[in-house]
């Protein structure tokens, strides 16, 4: 059974970069579509962006375009979120979840829908002013 392990959070400034990875443990993330969530304190959790199986094309939300970007390495069997540009906003726990099969990624699909899948842990990042 597929499972996932969030790294790579920690402590950063304003206007930071870092990158998380999202591994799985005894399984391929080939065949999986996957997605990046948040949740900060007190709120719900959001997609951050998502990316498909198969020929790799990705989406995000608005509130990251332009600064956030998911990605296969498929060399270390990861999917990872780079981040740059950080804010005090990007606050929060980061989740990775995986999803088996094809979905079509496109500028029109909301990364929200793929709450299903299975959900690794979680990694913490702290963004200060």
């Known amino acids: 059974q597929l499972q996932l392990v969030e790294s790579g959070g920690g402590f950063v400034h304003r206007g930071d970069s870092l990158t998380l990875s999202c591994a799985a443990t005894e399984s391929s993330l080939d065949s999986y579509a996957l997605a990046w969530f948040r949740q900060a304190p007190g709120k719900e959790r959001e997609a951050v962006g998502c990316i498909s199986s198969g020929v790799p094309s990705t989406n995000y939300a608005d509130f990251v375009k332009g600064r956030f970007t998911v990605s296969r390495n498929r060399a270390k069997n990861t999917v990872d979120l780079e981040m740059n540009s950080l804010e005090p906003e990007d606050t929060g726990v980061y989740y990775c979840?995986?999803?088996?099969?094809?979905?079509?990624?496109?500028?029109?699909?909301?990364?929200?829908?793929?709450?299903?899948?299975?959900w690794g842990q979680g990694t913490q990042i702290t963004v200060s002013s």
């Open positions: 979840t995986a999803i088996k099969g094809t979905i079509w990624i496109n500028p029109s699909f909301d990364c929200n829908g793929m709450r299903s899948g299975v």
